[in-house]
């Protein structure tokens, strides 16, 4: 009912002038997405692993590797090609030792120093730690806490255990927010952000360092679910689609900063504070942000709601606005003539997880749309997180791959409204397919080319994961559509835990997490050609019309599903295009 009266606020052609209110609730809501950018990617260079070798039992006296002599190992990082090298150590006593990465070896004879050795070895573990390269970071939470080798799995964990955090974080701020409000939800997500983001440069070892991580994660996560709800219910029917599609570019901004103070500051735990502190004006403002007058009226809230909508008319400069007493009686008249016409749609039926698979229609929609979370969320993180292993600038190649993202979204918006959903959906999945299959046969050398390419293949995948939310909501009916959206965000949080750990394969093969990625993006986008075109079509109230729907391409284009809030809609909308039309 309500959502008519804010329409009379906001428009997308009058969205930064007429509307006040709006805009500055929307950038202040959007800005702290930045910070959830910056959480998501910080440890690409927070958690960094260096060349290293083992440490040694003594003073060294002369360093030797390959051909180069030199007085300290520092001098010898600048020649590291591989993990399979070694360095060779003369110690003051005499002692000539082999570092390997992880083990050592003691010559038995002692003779000369030579690279080349054929005699007996005495092989040691690193008991004495490890010997870092510092000549990129000065210090790395791996450096800090020696996870190489047999601790190397802790250092792997540390991206998967904040996603896990990403996906529980979303569940449980979402329901919050339903219950006790969104405003109240941002408060605490955007204080837990600033404090858990410095607190986490504070903790003592890996075990606190994860925690803290975790728990950062479930706020990060809860703002970025809620800021969507948050802005959707101001900005209005009209600039929905541009203005929710853009918080997904903040987020993108949050991952330019990462790459810019990644470059500037090489400390981990120093880098850690400077990206918490980039979010601290928006923590010092939040508390300014109102309540959304949607949970307001829905928790009956009367005079509360409508404090909000005579502070949005005066910011916006409008005499009269809509009274809630008056929507109030529309909605009851509205809600007699719903009784009476269709009985059947205010049935009370309890829905759940099986009713996305109630016939096979349907469930194959399900499968697909969930398998098109999963891909966009795995091809999105994976581009992202292995862009600073493609060679060149490691801070660079992060700046791009988050700087590509700004257009993609624009194109989404155009092509949804000019094309359609699924028409813009199928080319861009098969694109991105196309993409990860020519990195392949681009030689490595080619650092430009390599990363061009990979930010083509983060363009396209963007667009997909950028358009599927709409998409998701248009394809299922109203009594199971929250059901479809959350059910497809968790499809979302899976592929972005399972991320991780299809960068780590490249380890395996460099070019594996691509393999991945591209079957599972052509296998989404050959099952979309399957699925319904939206554009333009009613949005459906019942399971027997969404399968209509995937039936025929006619079969909904001609019919408007019924609603019991129609005739409110249209008096409220009467209603405000009158005031809105006399105040300009």
């Known amino acids: 009912i309500f959502f008519s009266c804010i329409e009379c606020f906001s428009s997308v052609n009058f969205f930064l002038s007429l509307y006040r209110f709006q805009a500055c609730v929307y950038f202040a809501s959007v800005f702290q997405a930045m910070s959830c950018g910056i959480h998501y990617l910080a440890s690409v260079f927070m958690a960094v692993t260096p060349n290293f070798v083992c440490g040694i039992p003594g003073n060294v006296s002369s360093v030797l590797f390959y051909n180069s002599s030199e007085s300290s190992i520092e001098d010898i990082w600048t020649l590291w090609t591989s993990t399979e090298n070694y360095i060779v150590v003369q110690l003051e006593n005499g002692e000539i030792w082999e570092l390997n990465q992880c083990s050592r070896s003691k010559r038995e004879v002692s003779l000369d120093l030579a690279y080349e050795y054929k005699g007996n070895k005495s092989i040691f573990s690193c008991s004495d730690g490890f010997l870092y390269d510092d000549t990129k970071w000065k210090s790395t939470v791996v450096t800090q ?212 698979f109630c016939n096979w229609h349907i469930a194959r929609r399900t499968i697909t749309v969930w398998l098109i979370w999963f891909t966009g969320s795995l091809g999105y993180y994976v581009f992202s997180l292995s862009s600073v292993s493609l060679g060149g600038n490691e801070y660079l190649n992060l700046f791009l791959i988050g700087a590509v993202e700004l257009p993609c979204y624009v194109i989404a918006c155009i092509g949804m409204d000019k094309l359609g959903r699924r028409n813009t959906l199928i080319p861009f999945l098969i694109l991105s397919a196309l993409i990860c299959v020519l990195i392949m046969f681009i030689p490595q050398d080619f650092n430009i080319l390599i990363v061009l390419a990979n930010m083509a293949g983060k363009f396209s995948i963007g667009v997909a994961f950028g358009l599927i939310y709409l998409y998701t909501a248009e394809l299922y009916p109203t009594i199971v559509r929250s059901l479809a959206v959350g059910s497809g965000s968790m499809m979302c949080r899976a592929g972005s835990v399972v991320a991780p750990f299809c960068v780590y394969l490249r380890s395996v093969w460099i070019f594996m997490p691509l393999l991945l990625v591209g079957i599972m993006a052509l296998l989404s986008g050959i099952l979309t050609i399957m699925l319904p075109e939206t554009l333009g079509k009613p949005l459906t109230n019942t399971l027997a019309e969404a399968t209509e729907m995937g039936r025929s391409k006619k079969s909904c284009s001609g019919k408007t599903p019924p609603a019991h809030s129609g005739a409110a809609l249209e008096k409220i909308e009467m209603f405000c295009q009158e005031t809105v039309s006399t105040e300009k």
């Open 145 to 356: 806490w020696d996870l190489v080798c047999d601790r190397e799995w802790l250092a792997k964990l540390i991206q998967p255990t904040f996603m896990l955090g990403v996906l529980i974080g979303a569940v449980i701020f979402g329901d919050i927010a339903d219950r006790l409000g969104r405003q109240r939800v941002i408060w605490f997500t955007s204080a837990g952000q600033f404090v858990f983001g410095i607190a986490v440069a504070f903790t003592f070892d890996y075990y606190s360092f994860v925690i803290v991580r975790f728990l950062l994660a479930m706020v990060s996560s809860g703002y970025l679910v809620v800021a969507f709800v948050y802005v959707t219910e101001f900005v209005g029917i009209k600039a929905r689609t541009w203005a929710s599609m853009h918080v997904h570019a903040f987020f993108a901004v949050g991952i330019m900063i990462v790459a810019l103070v990644g470059f500037l500051v090489r400390t981990w735990w120093v880098y850690q504070i400077f990206l918490s502190i980039a979010t601290l004006p928006f923590v010092l403002c939040c508390w300014m942000l109102p309540e959304t007058p949607f949970w307001l009226l829905s928790e009956e809230r009367y005079e509360d709601a409508q404090k909000v909508i005579n502070i949005m008319a005066r910011w916006n400069k409008v005499s009269t606005p809509c009274k809630v007493s008056e929507l109030c009686s529309v909605q009851q008249d509205d809600l007699v003539s719903g009784r009476t016409g269709d009985n059947d749609t205010s049935s009370a039926k309890k829905h759940n997880i099986l009713d996305l």
